[in-house]
Structure formats: C-alpha cells, structure tokens
C-alpha cells in the first residue's frame, strides 16, 4: 500500500478553476461559504500613528498537534525578507528560499512561544528577527513550512479584503 500525503498544496490561483479573479486582480475562492470580514485594531482611526495598525491581522492555528501565531507583515518586514533571498535569485531554489523567508518573517509564536527570542533589548530590527527564525525555519521539514506559508498566504487574502471593505466604506461616506 503507497503512502498517502499528508500535506495540502498551495492554491494555484491562475489554474485552479474553484478560484476567479475580481476586477482588481485580487483571488477569490469559489464556492466557499461567505466569511466575517476581518476588523482592524481600533487605533486605525487614529491621525498619524493610526497607520501603524491599518492592515495588521494576526491569525493563530494548529497544525498536527503544534500551535502557531502568523501576522501580516510590514512593508520594511517584507523588504528585510526580500534581502534574506537574495542569492537565490535565478536559481531553481528561488520559491522555496521565498516561502522560508516568509514563513521565519510572519511567525509571532510556535507553541506558545517566540521562535527565536532577542538576545538584547527589544529593538525594532526587523532583519535580524527574520534571520533568527529563519536559522530556526531552514531545519524544518517542506510539508510544515507549507502548511505554515499557506495560512500566511490565506491570511494575506484576509486583510486585502479587509482593506476593500474599508475602502468601500470610506469611499461611499464621501
């Protein structure tokens, strides 16, 4: 008897028929259930600072007996991330560099703990955390960071609708 996998594949938006597109190019599931649209933090609102929590959304799971906490990342997060890819570039080891990448960038906590935990003061350096738990990331197995990246990935398709329904929102009290 053959083993059968265990672990789910990534969504293929552009092939996959149970996925079409909006008109602004953002993937839509069909066939799915509607979901509550995600709220921000409530400090949104607020002038200037308010854009630090604008599309922050957090998201925890369990994944074969293991619990976790992702996030949405940051624009110098994911710049700090794109760095860590950098010598994959061109490489057939590309996509997996960049799901690693994302994956050590978006994880809060893996079974109620920080994966990597500052040596020093908490300091806003968001390329030395990434690197961390990448170091931590690398050792894991291709079906655990899959799984992880693909809530990263749903979680990602949660704040862009987020964002749209604010949007709509704001754009219909003018």
Partial sequence: MEPKETFVARPD???DPNYAFAQDSTPVLLNQEPTEIDQFDERYASDIEGLIYLGALEHSF????????VRTLRSGER??????VKEYEDTLGLEQALQNVMVAASIEMVDGRVLAAPLGPAEDNPLARISANL?????WYDPVISAIYDECSELLLRQQA???????KYSAGR
Avoid: D, T
């Fill in 13 to 15: 938006f552009e092939n």
């Fill in 62 to 69: 369990e994944y074969l007996g293991h619990s976790f906490i």
């Fill in 79 to 84: 710049l700090a991330a794109l760095i860590l």
């Fill in 135 to 139: 170091e931590i990331v690398n050792r």
């Fill in 162 to 168: 987020a964002i749209k329904e604010l949007e709509g």
